[in-house]
């Protein structure tokens, strides 16, 4: 199963991709991948929202691969010191494919 966020992935909506998202791992069996290629606009309860995702994978049983995480978004997670949580510490098999300007939004 492969679930993919969309462009805009902060606040706003936070809460409705952790529900829609936590319904599908749940519902699922075998690892499932969230795919955050196309992602460009993000900021701190992104990495709410997937900390969420992973716990959600945890009590159904899965695994949760994340792939195409931006740069950024790995940057931010290493400074608030969860990046190993996500599965994004250094060596992770997590692809970035951030682009050039910056879409961290407040």
Do not use: W
């Not at 952790?18 to 319904?23: C, K, R, T, V």
């Not at 949580?85 to 910056?102: F, Q, V, Y």
């Amino acid at each position: 199963m492969t679930l993919k966020l969309p462009a805009a992935a902060h606040l706003p909506e936070a809460a409705a991709l952790a529900q829609q998202f936590g319904a599908e791992i749940a519902g699922g069996s075998g690892p499932a991948v969230l795919d955050a290629s196309a992602l460009s606009t993000f900021d701190t309860s992104t990495i709410a929202l997937l900390m969420q995702l992973q716990r959600d994978a945890h009590r159904a049983g899965r695994s949760l691969a994340l792939q195409g995480l931006p740069a950024q978004l790995l940057q931010l997670a290493e400074l608030y010191g969860v990046d190993g949580l996500l599965g994004t510490a250094p060596g992770s098999d997590s692809a970035s494919t951030a682009p050039s300007a910056d879409p961290v939004t407040a």
